[in-house]
């Protein structure tokens, strides 16, 4: 199985900034797309950053150019710069990967989806 160990979060001003990291451990085999969902109290999980494993990216409209994600492949870790946060990216965020394990080579994937456990992050005003 392939696990998702997310860290970093916490509570910050508006204005600062917080970095997230994820990285897949377990029986990987390989891992393709990455990503960052955040849900906030009463909405629904929404996607706000992710990258292929090319390094082509995809960001939310709201945090276009305060966001950065990046990835370490040969770390299967994804990154999650956020700077100039605001109140309302208030969240819990979710680290997501598409990755293929050990054993789902053997069944023919191309591929299933892990989540992580998710971190807090709190801007405050």
């Known amino acids: 199985q392939v696990q998702l160990v997310e860290s970093g979060g916490g509570l910050v001003q508006a204005g600062g900034s917080l970095s997230l990291t994820c990285a897949a451990t377990?029986?990987?085999?390989?891992?393709?797309?990455m990503g960052w969902y955040r849900q906030a109290p009463g909405k629904e999980r929404e996607p706000v950053a992710t990258?292929?494993?090319?390094?082509?990216?995809f960001y939310t409209a709201s945090v276009q150019g305060r966001f950065t994600i990046s990835r370490d492949n040969a770390k299967n870790t994804v990154y999650l710069q956020m700077n100039n946060l605001r109140p309302e990216d208030t969240a819990v965020y979710y680290c997501?990967?598409?990755?293929?394990?050990?054993?789902?080579?053997?069944?023919?994937?191309?591929?299933?989806?892990?989540w992580g456990q998710g971190t807090q992050v709190t801007v405050s005003y």
């Open positions: 377990g029986s990987v085999f390989r891992v393709n797309a």
């Open positions: 990258i292929t494993g090319v390094g082509s990216t």
């Open positions: 997501y990967a598409d990755a293929i394990s050990t054993s789902g080579v053997v069944r023919g994937s191309d591929g299933d989806d892990y």
